[in-house]
C-alpha cells in the first residue's frame, strides 16, 4: 500500500495522541506511533525508523547534553547549591518576602550554570522550600515560585534546549546563548516583581539585611562556581571551544571544585552522580531519536510542506507570525517534552519563520520560551511535579498561584514577538558575523 499525505499524516499523529492518552512516555509513543506507517508502505521497511534514530545521535554537539547534566548533577552533589543560596540570600533577601527573591536569584545563578530547569527545580527545591515553610510562607506559593523560576535554566544561557536546537537547525549556539540573556533576566526581574506583590499582599517575612561581612564570604564562596558560565559562555562566543567541549570544561570544572576545593564530593559519590547523569542523558537522547524519525516520516509524506504553504498563506507580518509560532509551541509544550517538540515542530515551523520575515535567532528564543511553559503547566509540567512532589502537594493545588506568577511571564513573551531586537541586540553587538549580510 502506498500512503497519500493525509492518510500518514493522521496515522502519525492519531497513534501518538493515542498512546499519550493511555500513558505511554512521549519517547516510546513517538517510536511506536511510527511502526504501523512504515509496516503498511510499501516504500518503506521497519528498518528505516532504527537507521534514522541511529543518524540523528552521529551528532557532535548533541555530547553537549549528557556534560551538561553531569555539571548539574556534580554542583548539586558538590553543595555548591548551598553557596549560590547563600549568595542570593545576601543579594536579595533582605527584600519583603526574602526567600521568594532569593529562590528567584539563585535559579538565575543556578541557570547560569547547569542549563537545566529539572536539575534546578530538584537541588534548590529540596533547600528553600522547607525553608519558606518554616519561615512562614505558604506551601502552595513556595511550591509555584519554585517551579515558576526553574523554567530560567532553559532559558538563560548555557541552556541545552539551546544547544539541541543548534544543533538540528544549524543556528549558531553561541548567538542562541547571547539572544537569551535580556529575555531571561528580564523573565528574572518580573517574577521578583511577583514576589513582591505576594509578599506585601500576604505579609511574608523579610530575612535580616546581611552586614559587609556576610556579603564578602557569600561572594567568596560562590565565585569559583560564578567562573562556570565565564568559561562556557565566552568560549563558545569567543571560538575557543565548541559547545560540546564546553560542556566538557563544564563538567570537569565542577568535578575540581567538588572533589578538590570544597571538598564535598566523595570518591564515592561518583558512582551514584554518573548513573544519574547517564538515566537523564539517556530518556533526553532516546527523545531525540524517536523524535527524529516522527520528524523525518512526516517530511516523506510532505506534511510540513502542506503546513508551511498554509501559515504562509496567511501572511500574518513578522508580530503575527511570531504569534502563531509561539502559541503553537506553548500547545505542544503542554503535552510533549521540549527536545522531541524541537525536532518535530521546530523544523517544521523554521520556514513559515523565514517566510514571515522572523530572524532564526529570534525564531529559537520565542519558540523556547514558549517550551519553558510547558514544565510548569499540566499535564506534562515535569518542573511543576518535582517541585509538588518536594512540598507534598498536588500540582492541582498549586495551579492558581503559578497562573498568577506566568501571568508577567506570558506578557513577556509577547513583548519578545512585538520587539526582536529585544532578543537580537546582544548577538548583533557581540557576533555580528553569526547574522548574514543585507
Not at 564578602?216 to 567541549?245: C, D, Q
Amino acid at each position: 500500500m502506498i500512503l497519500d499525505t493525509a492518510t500518514a499524516g493522521l496515522m502519525l499523529v492519531g497513534c501518538f495522541a493515542f498512546l499519550i492518552l493511555i500513558r505511554i512516555p512521549v519517547a516510546f509513543s513517538l517510536g511506536l506511533a511510527c511502526v504501523p506507517v512504515v509496516l503498511l508502505e510499501l516504500r518503506l521497511t521497519p528498518f528505516i525508523v532504527l537507521d534514522r534514530m541511529f543518524q540523528s545521535y552521529n551528532s557532535f554537539i548533541l555530547l553537549a547534553v549528557p556534560f551538561f547534566l553531569l555539571a548539574a548533577n556534580l554542583m548539586n552533589s558538590g553543595k555548591v547549591t548551598d553557596r549560590l543560596i547563600e549568595l542570593a540570600r545576601v543579594l536579595t533577601g533582605w527584600m519583603p518576602g526574602g526567600l521568594g527573591h532569593v529562590n528567584v536569584a539563585v535559579s538565575m545563578l543556578f541557570a547560569g550554570i547547569s542549563g537545566s530547569s529539572t536539575a534546578d527545580a530538584a537541588g534548590i527545591g529540596k533547600i528553600l522550600i522547607p525553608a519558606m515553610q518554616r519561615e512562614g510562607y505558604d506551601t502552595r506559593f513556595a511550591v509555584a515560585i519554585t517551579a515558576c523560576s526553574s523554567v530560567m535554566g532553559v532559558i538563560i544561557p548555557p541552556s541545552i534546549l539551546m544547544i539541541v536546537w543548534g544543533g538540528v537547525m544549524q543556528v549558531s549556539v553561541g548567538a542562541l546563548f547571547l539572544g537569551g540573556a535580556i529575555p531571561g533576566l528580564m523573565i528574572g526581574l518580573a517574577l521578583m516583581a511577583t514576589v513582591y506583590g505576594f509578599a506585601k499582599a500576604r505579609n511574608y517575612p523579610v530575612t535580616a539585611t546581611p552586614n559587609w561581612a556576610e556579603f564578602m564570604a557569600a561572594w567568596k564562596g560562590a565565585a569559583l562556581a560564578l567562573l562556570t558560565p565565564v568559561f562556557v559562555i565566552g568560549g563558545i562566543v569567543g571560538g575557543i571551544v565548541t559547545p560540546t567541549e564546553s560542556a566538557i570544561i563544564a563538567a570537569g570544572y565542577a568535578l575540581i571544585l567538588g572533589m578538590f576545593v570544597y571538598r564535598t564530593v566523595k570518591p564515592r559519590d561518583l558512582g551514584q552522580i554518573l548513573y544519574d547523569t547517564a538515566r537523564f542523558a539517556a530518556i533526553s537522547l532516546f527523545a531525540i531519536g524517536t523524535a527524529t524519525a516522527f520528524g523525518w516520516l512526516l517530511s516523506f509524506y510532505n506534511a510540513p510542506r502542506l503546513i508551511v504553504s498554509i501559515l504562509t498563506a496567511w501572511e500574518f507580518g513578522p508580530f503575527g507570525t511570531a504569534l502563531v509560532i509561539a502559541a503553537l509551541f506553548l500547545i505542544f509544550g503542554l503535552f510533549i517534552d521540549a527536545i522531541p517538540t524541537i525536532i518535530i515542530l521546530g523544523t517544521v515551523l523554521m520556514p513559515v519563520a523565514q517566510a514571515g520575515g522572523v530572524d532564526p535567532i529570534a525564531f529559537a528564543i520565542i519558540g523556547i520560551v514558549s517550551l519553558a511553559f510547558g514544565l510548569v503547566t499540566p499535564p506534562y509540567g515535569l518542573c511543576l511535579l518535582i517541585s509538588s512532589a518536594i512540598g507534598g502537594l498536588n500540582v492541582v493545588q498549586v495551579l492558581r498561584e503559578v497562573a498568577i506568577i506566568l501571568a508577567p511571564m506570558l506578557c513577556i513573551l509577547i513583548l519578545l514577538a512585538a520587539v526582536p531586537d529585544l532578543i537580537l541586540w546582544l548577538p548583533r553587538l557581540v557576533m555580528p558575523g553569526a547574522f548574514p549580510s543585507p
